[in-house]
Each structure stands twice: as C-alpha cells, then as structure tokens.
C-alpha cells in the first residue's frame, strides 16, 4: 500500500512537472517573434478600405471574418460565424453568430457589429473595394438583427458566390471607441512606422483556442519591415532576419534550395498565369491584314502550338511552373475544367493548320495570301526578368515556323497606355494574378462589355458568336445558385476560351515560398498568404 | 604620348580588332539558343559559357561590343555636330540670340535624361526590327546629347567673336555666315573634337542605363547594356566570375577613351 501511495504521488508529481513545463513551453512558444517583409507600405489600415498587398496583409493578420476558406482544403469554414445559410434566390444570407466573443479591447461582439459592418462596407461614399465584390444591382443591402446572435442580410439582387466573399470582410466594431483599431483577429495593431515597420502584437483576446484549451494565437508579435527590394529580403531571410518569404522567384528559390533545401517550398501551380493576347480591337492603329490576322481563330492557334511550353517552364522557371493549358489553373481544385487537355507543341502542325488561310513559307518567311510578311511586335513590361526571357524564347520558337517577332520591352505607364488607351500595339505579353477562387471574380475579363475584356476591351455588343456565347455563360454562373449548374457553365466558358484562344496561355506559376525551419507549424499553400495563411498555429 | 596612353590606344584597337573579327571568334552567333545548356559555366564549346537563354556569352560580348563602339561614336558625331550647331552659332552671334539659345539649353539640361529618354522610346513605334530598335536608340542618345557641348562651345565662339581676326575680317565687309565658316568654325575645331570624344564613353554608358532598364538594344540583339543586366542577381555572382566580363570590358574601354581624351586635349592646347 505505501509503495501503492508513493507511486501514486510519483505519478502526481511527474504530471505536475509535465503540466509546468508544458506551461513553461506554452508560454515560450507565446514569447516568438516572426518576422517578414511587406514589398510596400500599406496604404491603409482601415479593413473596409483594403486594395493592395501590404493592407491585405494587415487585415488578414488583424481582423475577425464570419467566415474563412481554409487555404488548404480550399473549403469555406465558420469562424465567428457558426453556420450560414443562402437563400435559393442567392439574395440573402443568414448567420449564427458565435457567443462570448470579445473585441481586442474587450468590447462585446454580437450580431449590431455584423450588420454595422456591412452598412459601412456598403456606403457608396466609402467606394470600398471589398464592398463592390458584392454590387450586383442598383439598391440598399438590408440587415436584419434577429438576435444578437443570429443575423440576416438582404441584397438587391442575387450575388454569386456570396458566402465566400465574407472572407474578405473583417467584422468592425459599432461601440468600441477604438472602431477599426478593435479587431476580432489574431493580432493587433501595435506600432507602426513610416516607410520602416509594422508591428501586431497577439490580441489577447482572441476567440480560438487550441485541443487543449490554450488560447491561440502562439506568436507574441508579428514585425512586418517594409522593404521593396527583394535582394535585399533574400539576403536577410540567409541572415537569419527574416522567417519567411511569402512568393520566392524561381531563380532565388534554387539559390537558396542549393544551400538550404530544407528551407524552401514548392507548393505546385498557383492560380497565377501568363499569357499573350494580340490586339482584336477594331479602332486600333494597326494596318487591317494584321487585324485579320489576330482575328483569325487559326492564326492564334496555330501561333500558341508552335510555342513550346515546356522549354518556358524549363528554361525560364526552371521547372517551377507548369505549361497553362486554360483560364484557371489545375490549381483552382473546384473551378478547374479537368476535361481541358494541354495543346501540344508542334510547329509541323502549326504551318500545316495555317495553310488553308493563305499563309505559306518563301525563303524561310511565313507569308499570308495577300503576299504580306508575318511579322509582329510582342510588348511586355521591362525590368520583368521571366517575361522578358519568355519573349526571347517565343521570339525564336515562332522562328521556326517563319513568323518574326520584335520583343518590345516597355515601362508599365506606357505600356498600360497603349493597351488601355490607344490600343496601338499589336501582342503583349502580360501575367493574369488570381486571388480569387471564384469565376465571379474574373467578371471584368470575360464580359465582352469590361474594361479588362484585353484583347478587344468595352464592346457596346459582343462583335463575335463566340464572345457572346461566353457573355451568356458568365451571366448564366453568376446568376445561377446551384454550384454545380454555376461549373458546368464555367466549364464551356473554359472550353471556349481555349478553342478560340483570346488569351494564349502559356504557363503556370508554382507557389515558391520560404520558411525558415525557427518556424513551427508553417505549411506553406498556393493561396494567398501562403505561408502565414494559418498564423494564429505559427510559433518559433 | 604617354605609356599609358599609348597603352589605351592598344587595348582600344585590340577590343576593335576583336569585335570585328567576332564571327571567326565565335561562330555560334549572338542569337543561337542552347535550351540544353543554360547558365553554364565557361568550357571548351562556349569560352565565357552560356546566358540564361544558352545563348554563347563570348559570343554576345564581342558583337554587343561591335554594337556599342560602332553606334556610340556615331552618336557622339550627331550631337556635337548638332552642339555646334547650336552653341557656336549662338556663341557667335552672341545677343538675344545666345541668350534664346542657352536657356533652351539650360531647359534640356534641367529635363532628367533618362525619364526623357523612356518617354521618347515609348512613343515610338514598337514594330521596329532589332537593328532599327538600336539605331534609335543611339539615334535618341545623339539628339539629346548635345547640351553640355553646347555650352563649351557657345563660350568658345563668344570669345573667338571678339578676336581681332574676326573683327579684321568683319571690317573687311566678309559676310557674318563666312566669318563664321572660315574663322570661327576652324577654331572650334579642337573643343569639337575633346567634345566628341568625351560624348563617347558618355553615350555607351547612358546606352548600358537603358539596357539594365530592359529599354535599349531590342533581343535578340546584344549590348553592353543587355550584358549588363545579368549582374542584377548580385547573390550568386561571387561564384560566376565570368558573368563580370562584360562590366570588366566596359571599365577598360571608358578608361581608355578617358586617356585617349587627355590626348587629345594635349593636342588641342
């Protein structure tokens, strides 16, 4: 019995040292500092008003949303909202809000903060960008406070994808005297400095706690240094500096894979892309035989499979991307067309398919029936390394079938100008940066009508079947409320676009990040923030 | 002449000599991707190695080279041309005339170079062949270069005005366009001259600034400038000595032409 009782209180005494040290380790884990670079200053810190990275940043580190799609399994999951419902008419949504969920400054949290929020976010006067994800039609959003818990929210008319756009909305509070400074995140706002830093220390009053009860998140604070250079940020991060890089050029993630692989992640394709386009608009300076060439679906065509797609991922990305086959990205697990199949590289192929046209071969130059050389400008941005190397490639690949390409590099402003002013340029090769899951969010490239529809921008009517096939398309998903009446829709759409190729796209960028191994629990994702997308279960 | 200008009138023949005898030094061409050796380092087939497209780097050298030398003087010749033009005219007829002359001067001086030089290049029209795109460029460098030689020789022929030469010949009733011809401009001559081989060195370099800006020498064509560029990713040049040859070749040409200048100079005083 006594060796029964001193057991027992060996026992009880080694569970009590396990409990102070897990409690020691907690509480070193809450000590951690990560830290990282934003590639700008923020250009505000108010979550309604967000449009760039850094702010971005900022908000997804600081503020509380109903919702969240996990990063990972790309699935919408509760966060201070329970449970949701849409209405079938897509107009209307409906939350249940969590209990006993408190403000950084300790102000209660309820269903008026919900419905205060949108009333902001929604105020034409704000001109919020999150806010204009969910304009749909001319009218007021109505807010309905059942209880303080549960709330509903009536727009005007049906918004796509309605659900997922609440990732993007940090909940404010309507009490607090602190208004946007009292967040419902992770972390708070704790210092900032022009041009220099941000620091978010660990709001101690965060709602999510861990399996065992300890309250998230681990980190004490988060320093973001403003540094636009990314030498500068590579040299740091070897340094020991810096924790993470969020999006790794290809060519600095093998510098860095040489001498530490275990720092460096591929995460596979992202959402991102690269294509050309060439100029369809049919008021453009350009002389009319070309613009019957570009309009010409076989002369894109056969121009897209002389372009070998593998040589741009090797050469250019050294094997970190993948060759594009359509608008979205394997990558987009739900949206993704799996039926599309990559157009193989084949310039035989391509001089075969163009003969039919009128185009031919005359001492090595690809001629068209009229007897006028093939010949076009590719413009891209200058100072862009990748793209400039895509165009030297494209340039001698399109060699090989007699067409002659003058790579044209260009500052942004006169290049944005040419291709949204005086539409004088002929090809421009440009990349397409994709955050957002949804078709929804790529409205304003699809629709012959949007200013962003790039090779043949703001028609009054679609000036081509094909066009107005997809006007249709895009109209008929974002007005339907069943997902997967919404993906069969977007499937042709996608079909479409590769069939007539307005866009030739030609690569995939992967997801490259780097984590230093101080930092527990990263699991790097091709989503934005890929490395800091779960920060509250960071610790170091 | 010195042993060290001696010594850069060498090296200068011998970077010439090389640049036009690139197609027998380097017979794989300028333009000829090697999609299976990229990056490589320097080797029996490919002497400086490769670039990031596997394009021969010697190669790429000695032709952006022959790019830079040939068009740079070319360039040189145009704006002091144009600067005598300009500023031995004004200098010349002195009055209302020079003041008019030098403060449009004084304006383009003012105007930042290179944001001019951008803008310039972007309204031109962007179908152009490589070698139109590089004659341009240089063409751009000669039209907006001509400033500062405009002022030294505004100066120079303000003082030649009031020589006794020139006001023996003006008594003498010479028309002012043949004073101008057969006593003013002959003694020029010499700032002419120290002007045009100072704008050389001037010209490559401003041509290099357009080319690490991606806004020079149109690919495939090579430059100094495009050459340039591949330093960008200073981490991993320590272990790539090879990649500072075409900076290396640079700093020699330019301190070359610096000490042909200093003779030059010797020359005309």
Redesign the interface.
């Known amino acids: 019995m006594k060796n029964l009782n001193t057991s027992l209180k060996s026992i009880r005494s080694a569970v009590a040292l396990l409990a102070l040290c897990l409690a020691g380790w907690q509480h070193a884990r809450a000590q951690g500092e990560l830290r990282f670079c934003l590639r700008t200053e923020p250009k505000t810190f108010d979550p309604l008003k967000v449009d760039d990275d850094a702010s971005a940043t900022i908000r997804y580190l600081t503020g509380g949303v109903l919702v969240r799609v996990n990063r990972q399994t790309q699935q919408l999951e509760p966060e201070l909202a329970l449970s949701w419902k849409v209405s079938k008419d897509g107009k209307q949504i409906s939350f249940r809000l969590r209990s006993g969920v408190v403000f950084s400054d300790g102000t209660p949290f309820s269903a008026e903060d919900v419905a205060y929020t949108m009333q902001k976010l929604m105020d034409p006067a704000l001109h919020s960008p999150t806010g204009d994800a969910f304009r749909s039609g001319t009218g007021n959003v109505e807010t309905r406070v059942v209880s303080p818990t549960q709330i509903t929210i009536t727009f005007p008319a049906q918004v796509a994808g309605l659900d997922r756009l609440f990732d993007q909305v940090a909940i404010l509070s309507e009490h607090s005297p602190k208004k946007e400074m009292a967040v419902l995140g992770p972390f708070v706002m704790a210092e900032y400095k022009a041009g220099a830093s941000v620091l978010l220390k660990r709001n101690p009053n965060y709602w999510k706690t861990d399996a065992q009860g300890h309250r998230l998140p681990y980190l004490e604070s988060i320093r973001l240094d403003i540094q636009p250079n990314r030498?500068v940020e590579?040299?740091r991060f070897k340094r020991g500096e810096l924790d993470l890089i969020n999006t790794l050029d290809s060519?600095?993630f093998d510098?860095l894979a040489a001498t530490s692989p275990q720092w460096v992640h591929d995460a596979g394709p992202s959402l991102d892309s690269e294509q050309i386009w060439f100029n369809q608009v049919a008021k453009s300076p350009i002389p009319s035989f070309k613009k019957t060439w570009f309009r010409s679906q076989v002369f894109r065509n056969a121009i897209s499979g002389a372009i070998n797609r593998d040589?741009l991922t090797?050469?250019v990305y050294h094997s970190h991307a993948q060759p594009a086959i359509g608008p979205f990205s394997p990558a987009n697990k739900f949206w993704f067309n799996a039926s599309l199949q990559p157009q193989p590289y084949s310039p035989e192929s391509a001089l075969k398919a163009l003969q039919p046209e009128g185009f031919h071969l005359e001492n090595g130059t690809l001629k068209d029936k009229d007897g006028n050389e093939v010949?076009?400008?590719i413009?891209t941005n200058?100072?862009n390394?990748a793209r400039?190397?895509m165009?030297?490639?494209i340039?001698?690949d399109l060699q090989k079938i007699g067409v002659?390409v003058?790579?044209?590099?260009?500052?942004f402003p006169?290049l944005i100008e040419?291709m949204t002013q005086t539409f004088?340029?002929?090809a421009i090769l440009l990349g397409l940066t994709n955050v957002d899951l949804d078709p929804d969010g790529e409205m304003n490239v699809w629709l012959s009508s949007a200013e962003n529809h790039q090779w043949n921008p703001q028609q009054k009517t679609p000036e081509t079947p094909w066009e107005a096939q997809i006007d249709q398309l895009m109209r008929a998903q974002a007005s339907a409320s069943d997902a997967r009446r919404r993906k069969e829709a977007f499937d042709r759409v996608q079909e479409i676009v590769v069939e007539q190729k307005p866009f030739i796209f030609l690569i995939n960028k992967n997801a490259l990040s780097a984590v230093s191994p101080a930092v527990h629990g990263a699991a790097p994702v091709i989503l934005w923030p890929q490395t800091f997308w779960n920060a509250e279960w960071l610790s170091k | 002449m010195s042993v060290w200008q001696k010594l850069a009138y060498a090296v200068l023949a011998v970077v010439v000599a090389a640049s036009i005898a690139a197609p027998l030094v380097a017979p794989r061409g300028y333009?000829k991707?090697d999609?299976e050796q990229?990056d490589s380092a320097p080797s029996r087939t490919h002497w400086l190695g490769t670039d990031?497209?596997?394009r021969d780097r010697l190669a790429r050298v000695l032709y952006g080279t022959r790019i830079s030398l040939l068009l740079a003087p070319a360039a040189a010749l145009l704006s002091t041309l144009l600067a005598a033009l300009i500023g031995g005219f004004a200098g010349y007829l002195g009055g209302a005339w020079s003041r008019i002359a030098m403060a449009i001067t004084d304006l383009f001086l003012s105007l930042p170079w290179l944001f001019l030089l951008?803008?310039a290049?972007?309204m031109l029209p962007?179908?152009?062949?490589?070698l139109i795109?590089v004659l341009v460029t240089f063409l751009l460098l000669g039209i907006l270069g001509w400033t500062a030689a405009a002022r030294v020789l505004c100066a120079s022929a303000a003082s030649l005005r009031g020589s006794d030469f020139v006001r023996q010949a003006r008594a003498a009733g010479i028309p002012p366009y043949r004073v101008f011809c057969m006593q003013v401009a002959p003694n020029l001559n010499p700032v002419l001259l120290a002007q045009f081989w100072i704008s050389i060195p001037v010209f490559i370099l401003s041509e290099a600034n357009l080319g690490i800006?991606?806004?020079g020498v149109?690919?495939?064509l090579p430059s100094w400038g495009s050459l340039l560029?591949e330093l960008?990713?200073?981490?991993?040049v320590g272990a790539e000595p090879w990649k500072f040859v075409p900076l290396i070749l640079l700093v020699i040409v330019v301190t070359s032409f610096q000490f042909v200048l200093s003779r030059q100079g010797e020359l005309a005083a």
Do not use: C
């Open positions: 030498d590579m040299l060519e600095f510098k040589d090797r050469v010949v076009f400008s413009a200058a100072g390394k400039e190397r165009a030297a490639l340039q001698d002659h003058n790579v044209v590099t260009l500052d006169s040419r004088d340029y002929e | 333009a991707q999609r990229i990031d497209l596997g951008i803008a290049r972007a962007l179908n152009v062949s490589p795109s800006l991606g806004l149109a690919e495939p560029k960008e990713g200073l981490v991993s």
